[in-house]
């Protein structure tokens, strides 16, 4: 069994970046961007929650992630389950990134931090304070907005938008006055 500490000195730093992204977020994507540019490589971990009823499968989630992060040239995708320090030491990770976008969000990954500190020493916890536009979202408020039928394209990537929209049978709010639009100019020429 390899250990962290048993890696060789010049072993690349990776960190897991644990979540369950449904959706994945623009403060999401925020923070794995920012990340890239910290470790050598950065796992974006899809955590497989039986007792939550996700909006989209782990396998869809994965994929949103990974076109959204196709710029990102040290960035893996992957899905696990159980506990995270366990996923991370057998990644060969040695820090653990969370983003912090509110006081009541670094009471409980700090809580969660020193939770996994006891489980496993040498995994750090890395935190990135969210960009200042991004510090109001999260994949709930995502998910609100648009099953009330409200824009999210500023929220979310593109092809997330486009599958959100999809799964809540919604048109996207701008595609409705484009097409009145469209009709209108159309009926004027009859």
Partial sequence: MIKVRDLPENS???AIYPGSFDPITLG???IIERGSKLFDAVVVAVLCNPSKKPLFPVSQRMEQIRICTQHIPNIEIDSFDGLTVEYARLQGATALLRGLRVLSD???E???AHTNKTLMDEIETVFLATSNQYSFLSSSVVKEVAQFGGAIDHLVPENVA????QCYNKTPPGAVSSTMSSLTTTNRKL
């Fill in 28 to 30: 999401h994507l925020d």
């Fill in 162 to 165: 486009h599958n959100i929209y």
């Fill in 12 to 14: 690349p730093v990776r």
């Fill in 106 to 108: 670094f009471e409980k």
């Fill in 110 to 112: 700090l809580q969660m």
